[in-house]
């Protein structure tokens, strides 16, 4: 069944929509589109439901994964690299 059948508590759940408001704001504004958040909230769950709870940790993997495999690593400044 794998992350689809998680179940999150409301604490977690709070605690990945703060993770996603947060690597969202990372991203240059042109770059904050409905597309982009559903990346990013997919690579907060799927490290969520192999048990990663540290924010910093979830916000690096998820940005990390959108930037690899999106087109937009170059528009993205150093500063905003660094996570």
């Known amino acids: 069944m794998g992350a689809i059948g998680a179940v999150f508590q409301p604490e977690l759940i709070e605690l990945m929509k703060m993770v996603l408001y ?9 770059k904050r589109t409905s597309t982009m958040k ?3 909230a997919s690579h907060i ?7 990663e709870r540290n924010p910093a940790t979830l916000k690096t993997a998820a940005l990390l994964a ?5 087109h937009y690593s170059h528009d993205i400044s150093p500063e905003r690299r660094a996570v």
């Open 66 to 70: 959108v930037v690899e495999c999106s």
């Open 38 to 40: 559903a990346e990013i």
């Open 45 to 51: 769950l799927a490290s969520a439901a192999k048990g």
């Open 22 to 30: 947060d690597a969202t704001a990372t991203l240059p504004e042109a």
